[in-house]
């Protein structure tokens, strides 16, 4: 069964660090790999994507890809307290447009 | 552009009783997701729709449960005789035909079932 891992948490980090959450994945034929964001009570917003390795900055947020150890991270800079929330991966394998999510890891940013 | 929209927004209902959710994708998504979220857990896969082909129905948790796609647009969830453990957030979600298929999410509708 494809799986995809995430550690709940809490993550705590003071302002102004760098958070980083991680995601493991099962299926070796992934190919698309999405970091979301889902605050308290709201619905999941897409914050990124990547299916190259490597990594892929946008503003305060990097996502690395490494499909040989089927490990995604989230590196969010400059933490702020706004950033709080859980953190959803999910992957794609093949065409396929199901995504697999992850539980979430939650992120507490203190200011 | 308008996001996915779903309606209502909340929805009180008696055991026993049926409800229909209601999904409106982005213009030009083809493809339509149903997922139900219970509180303080992950997304639940329900059903998702592509275009004109026969649906993917394996995450649908009992045959009191149904969805169909008008005119591959509008998406209509059912839960027939609803019961306790239906009570949850029902979002759907729909992405572009081209990959790498990002789905986008609606605000969701709030079940309970009292």
């Known amino acids: 069964q494809k799986e995809v891992e995430q550690n709940s948490g809490p993550l705590s980090v003071p302002e102004g660090a760098i958070a980083s959450l991680n995601c493991t994945y099962s299926?070796?034929?992934?190919?698309?790999f999405f970091w979301y964001r889902q605050y308290s009570g709201k619905s999941p917003e897409l914050i990124m994507f990547i299916y190259s390795n490597g990594d892929k900055e946008d503003g305060r947020f990097t996502a690395q890809l490494n499909k040989a150890s089927q490990y995604v991270s989230l590196l969010i800079r400059d933490s702020q307290p706004s950033d709080s929330a859980t953190y959803l991966c999910?992957?794609?394998?093949?065409?396929?447009?199901?995504?697999?999510w992850g539980l979430g890891t939650s992120l507490a940013v203190n200011p | 552009g308008a996001g996915v929209s779903q309606s209502p927004s909340n929805k009180v209902t008696e055991k026993g009783k049926d409800v229909e959710l209601r999904c409106d994708p982005i213009s030009g998504h083809t493809a339509l997701y149903w997922y139900r979220q219970s509180l303080g857990q992950g997304l639940e896969f329900l059903i998702y729709?592509?275009?004109?082909?026969?649906?993917?129905k394996s995450g649908l948790p009992s045959d009191r449960f149904s969805a169909e796609r008008t005119g591959g647009s509008v998406s209509t969830l059912t839960i027939q005789r609803t019961q306790q453990e239906d009570s949850a957030v029902y979002l759907c979600?729909?992405?572009?035909?081209?990959?790498?298929?990002?789905?986008?999410f609606g605000p969701g509708t709030r079940l309970t079932v009292t």
């Open positions: 999910a992957v794609n394998a093949g065409n396929n447009r199901k995504l697999i």
């Open positions: 979600a729909s992405s572009r035909l081209a990959g790498p298929y990002e789905q986008y």
């Open positions: 729709f592509q275009g004109n082909s026969a649906p993917d």
């Open positions: 299926d070796r034929g992934s190919q698309s």
